[in-house]
């Protein structure tokens, strides 16, 4: 009787207590409503004209872009092949940065999962070793970096290259999330000054390149212990030269320094990143603390929240604007092929214009590829063609590519040509100049992307039977 009477008593304390628990952690948790209404969580999207868009985007490619790549080989001198997957991938938003300096607790903050199974081990010492792509799926599970890699829809199947022991490394983390559907988030692991690359068992700098190479918006994140900058992270931000525009750099746990001191800070991250940071606008810096729990006293949470908002605001207009960057990005990718078919053709060219009977091909062509500037190769692709001069690649490249790929093996552009296929250059060109701006604008303007008069009656012209002699 008195067993059962002290469970009686200790049944309803035990709930008071866990009830008071609940209260005090709500009491020290920040409200999380601003995060959903500055990124729309609410809205629903027009699923249908997204994916329409970017079946037509796909076409593109593959009709117009791609036979010219495989023609003339662009993959093996940028090493950077377009799939499926990355055409039809969300944004990627890459978190680069020191150890310990808060990227895994901001993506938690991010995606609320405080005290949730899946949420990313944080702590003060070097916690994430491994590359954490956080994507979306129906429910939630891991996925290893083997079977992300082996499967051909995503986007990842690129990363095989990289080795097995970096696959390892590499962990996937699919959950039903709102924020997930619209955008892939990339945890990394910490630079660490004091270790060299080679202990890290795979190419760290080149995986690194990798995900910069594909990312929408890279979040650059410090913290006020952690300023110096050593040799490795001077490389990460040499590999970051040229993507200025989707740099973030972010001052974290701002609101663990009094205000005086926080200036100090802010003036010492901006001396260090000065040498390494090459652009005539200083990179803004957002100055907050990234993270579930509420601000501390006596600090600057009124800046902290606005700056937070500020930074959120530049999230979303990543995600609204995602399907106009793709089409941006497979364009100005378009227009480094074509460059690319036009500088090989303009190789083959001359080479063929120099040789006689007696010439032998290997000195004829190696002085052609060793001074470039004196058989006007370069110079004349300017002259002919619309190409800037801005856009046209590094001549030691192609003493590289014509060294693995003979010129022998290529043809002229004018002998790519077809009866029933037409031009390569044709097509990559009306692609650049008419198709891809036209489902740029068909989107802005609301049309239906999938109407394309062009693919149909060429353009509005009637349609010509090709058997019939006029």
């Given at each position: 009787?008195?067993?059962?009477?002290?469970?009686?008593?200790?049944?309803?304390?035990?709930?008071?207590?866990?009830?008071?628990?609940?209260?005090?952690?709500?009491?020290?948790?920040?409200?999380?409503?601003?995060?959903?209404?500055?990124?729309?969580?609410?809205?629903?999207?027009?699923?249908?004209?997204?994916?329409?868009?970017?079946?037509?985007?796909?076409?593109?490619?593959?009709?117009?872009?791609?036979?010219?790549?495989?023609?003339?080989?662009?993959?093996?001198?940028?090493?950077?092949?377009?799939?499926?997957?990355?055409?039809?991938?969300?944004?990627?938003?890459?978190?680069?940065?020191?150890?310990?300096?808060?990227?895994?607790?901001?993506?938690?903050?991010?995606?609320?999962?405080?005290?949730?199974?899946?949420?990313?081990?944080?702590?003060?010492?070097?916690?994430?070793?491994?590359?954490?792509?956080?994507?979306?799926?129906?429910?939630?599970?891991?996925?290893?970096?083997?079977?992300?890699?082996?499967?051909?829809?995503?986007?990842?199947?690129?990363?095989?290259?990289?080795?097995?022991?970096?696959?390892?490394?590499?962990?996937?983390?699919?959950?039903?999330?709102?924020?997930?559907?619209?955008?892939?988030?990339?945890?990394?692991?910490?630079?660490?000054?004091?270790?060299?690359?080679?202990?890290?068992?795979?190419?760290?700098?080149?995986?690194?390149?990798?995900?910069?190479?594909?990312?929408?918006?890279?979040?650059?994140?410090?913290?006020?212990?952690?300023?110096?900058?050593?040799?490795?992270?001077?490389?990460?931000?040499?590999?970051?030269?040229?993507?200025?525009?989707?740099?973030?750099?972010?001052?974290?746990?701002?609101?663990?320094?009094?205000?005086?001191?926080?200036?100090?800070?802010?003036?010492?991250?901006?001396?260090?990143?000065?040498?390494?940071?090459?652009?005539?606008?200083?990179?803004?810096?957002?100055?907050?603390?990234?993270?579930?729990?509420?601000?501390?006293?006596?600090?600057?949470?009124?800046?902290?929240?606005r700056e937070e908002i500020s930074l959120l605001e530049d999230l979303n207009q990543v995600i609204e604007n995602r399907l106009e960057n793709k089409i941006a990005f497979i364009r100005q990718h378009?227009?480094?092929?074509?460059?690319?078919?036009?500088?090989?053709?303009?190789?083959?060219?001359?080479?063929?214009?120099?040789?006689?009977?007696?010439?032998?091909?290997?000195?004829?062509?190696?002085?052609?590829?060793?001074?470039?500037?004196?058989?006007?190769?370069f110079k004349s692709i300017l002259a002919k063609t619309n190409v800037s001069k801005f856009d046209l690649p590094n001549r030691d490249a192609y003493r590289d590519f014509f060294g693995i790929n003979?010129?022998?093996?290529?043809?002229?552009?004018?002998?790519?040509?077809?009866?029933?296929?037409?031009?390569?250059?044709?097509?990559?060109?009306?692609?650049?100049?008419?198709?891809?701006?036209?489902?740029?604008?068909?989107?802005?303007?609301?049309?239906?992307?999938?109407?394309?008069?062009?693919?149909?009656?060429?353009?509005?012209?009637?349609?010509?039977?090709?058997?019939?002699?006029?």
């Amino acid at each position: 009787m008195k067993v059962l009477v002290s469970l009686c008593i200790f049944v309803p304390l035990l709930a008071l207590a866990t009830a008071e628990e609940e209260a005090v952690l709500e009491s020290i948790l920040r409200d999380r409503s601003h995060i959903e209404e500055t990124l729309r969580l609410a809205a629903d999207e027009k699923a249908g004209d997204y994916a329409a868009a970017l079946q037509r985007l796909r076409k593109i490619y593959h009709n117009s872009i791609r036979p010219m790549e495989q023609a003339y080989k662009y993959n093996e001198l940028r090493q950077h092949e377009i799939s499926d997957g990355e055409i039809t991938s969300k944004p990627m938003v890459l978190f680069l940065g020191p150890w310990s300096v808060g990227k895994s607790s901001m993506i938690n903050y991010l995606l609320g999962l405080l005290d949730t199974p899946y949420q990313l081990y944080t702590g003060a010492e070097p916690t994430t070793s491994e590359f954490t792509v956080i994507m979306h799926g129906e429910k939630i599970r891991t996925v290893e970096g083997i079977v992300m890699a082996a499967d051909s829809s995503r986007s990842f199947s690129p990363l095989e290259k990289f080795g097995q022991n970096f696959l390892e490394k590499l962990v996937g983390i699919e959950m039903p999330h709102k924020l997930l559907e619209r955008v892939t988030f990339v945890d990394t692991p910490g630079i660490i000054e004091n270790r060299k690359q080679q202990e890290r068992g795979y190419p760290f700098n080149d995986v690194c390149q990798w995900f910069i190479d594909r990312a929408d918006l890279i979040f650059v994140v410090f913290d006020p212990t952690k300023l110096d900058v050593g040799l490795e992270l001077e490389m990460l931000f040499r590999q970051l030269k040229g993507r200025e525009s989707q740099i973030r750099i972010i001052l974290n746990k701002a609101d663990s320094l009094a205000t005086q001191d926080l200036m100090r800070v802010y003036g010492a991250l901006f001396w260090s990143l000065a040498p390494l940071i090459n652009v005539t606008e200083p990179p803004r810096v957002y100055v907050s603390s990234f993270w579930p729990y509420d601000y501390a006293p006596d600090t600057s949470r009124e800046l902290f929240k606005r700056e937070e908002i500020s930074l959120l605001e530049d999230l979303n207009q990543v995600i609204e604007n995602r399907l106009e960057n793709k089409i941006a990005f497979i364009r100005q990718h378009g227009i480094r092929v074509r460059i690319h078919a036009l500088l090989v053709d303009r190789y083959v060219q001359t080479f063929k214009e120099k040789m006689s009977f007696f010439s032998d091909p290997e000195l004829v062509f190696k002085e052609i590829v060793d001074d470039p500037d004196k058989f006007f190769i370069f110079k004349s692709i300017l002259a002919k063609t619309n190409v800037s001069k801005f856009d046209l690649p590094n001549r030691d490249a192609y003493r590289d590519f014509f060294g693995i790929n003979p010129v022998s093996s290529f043809k002229q552009l004018s002998a790519q040509c077809s009866y029933m296929g037409g031009c390569l250059l044709e097509k990559i060109e009306r692609a650049i100049t008419h198709e891809l701006p036209s489902l740029l604008g068909s989107i802005n303007s609301g049309k239906n992307p999938t109407l394309s008069s062009c693919e149909v009656t060429g353009c509005g012209e009637k349609p010509k039977n090709r058997y019939r002699r006029n």
